[in-house]
């Protein structure tokens, strides 16, 4: 299985400052038609998983412009230029493209 | 609006067996992959199985593989994941999430949960 492994594991941030997670995987999420093949969830308190971003970079619909991701590979950035106070909860990167697909660990988000 | 309703959970015996329902509206439900994904209390993400719009391809997480089936009624728009020999690691709310119309690509919407509970 490919091991998805996020760094840090919980992040505690004051509101308006920046934020950023890493994603490391164990193989590579390119795929032949060019796309890589990397989310990112955020599972907010008592919710369920929401998409923020698709192959790597892409914003969902409706994910304010604060969240941007990046990266290539095995190795991807999830970064929140100023963090506000709906933005806590876990994230979570998921790789989807070899079976069975797999999730990081998750990251923490906490307001200060 | 796209919409995904779990039902079925509860909380049964080592052993016994459960069936889990997603009902969804909103789309064409039969040009969708759809997946079920796991979380244990207190843990991450799992994912568990997919399956394709017209039923006829699946895939599971070796853990539930020849355990757990998952199918699809594209009449009813409804997936269902049966679960049979179940233990105590599959205490989990099981999600189920709408795949993109080819097979690869992202998850959206999530539904709100079903909470399997295996204990006796």
């Known amino acids: 299985d490919v091991v998805m492994t996020q760094t840090p594991l919980s992040l505690s941030v004051t509101p308006g400052q920046p934020a950023s997670i890493s994603c490391k995987s164990s193989?590579?999420?390119?795929?032949?038609?060019?796309?890589?093949?990397l989310y990112w969830y955020l599972q907010k308190p008592g919710q369920s998983p929401q998409l923020l971003i698709y192959?790597?970079?892409n914003r969902f619909s409706g994910v304010p412009d604060r969240f941007s991701g990046s990266g290539s590979g095995t190795d991807f950035t999830l970064k929140i230029s100023r963090v506000e106070a709906e933005d806590v909860g876990v994230y979570y990167c998921?790789?989807?493209?070899?079976?069975?697909?797999?999730f990081g660990q998750g990251t923490k988000l906490e307001i200060k | 609006e796209v919409q995904l309703v779990e039902s079925g959970g509860g909380s049964v015996q080592p052993g016994e067996s459960l069936r889990l329902s997603c009902a969804a509206s909103?789309?064409?439900?039969?040009?969708?992959?759809m997946h079920w994904v796991r979380q244990a209390p207190g843990k991450g993400l799992v994912w568990v199985s997919r399956i394709g719009g017209d039923g006829s391809s699946t895939n599971y997480a070796d853990s539930v593989k020849g355990r757990f089936t998952i199918s699809r009624d594209n009449a009813k728009n409804t997936m269902y994941l049966q679960m049979s020999s179940l233990r105590a690691e599959d205490t989990a709310v099981y999600y189920c999430?709408?795949?993109?119309?080819?097979?690869?690509?992202?998850?959206?919407?999530w539904g709100q949960g079903t909470l399997v509970t295996v204990s006796s």
């Open positions: 998921m790789q989807g493209l070899h079976l069975p697909y797999t």
């Open positions: 192959e790597v970079s």
């Open positions: 909103g789309f064409t439900f039969s040009s969708y992959w």
């Open positions: 999430a709408r795949g993109q119309r080819g097979v690869l690509g992202w998850f959206d919407p």
């Open positions: 193989q590579s999420l390119l795929h032949s038609d060019g796309k890589t093949y």
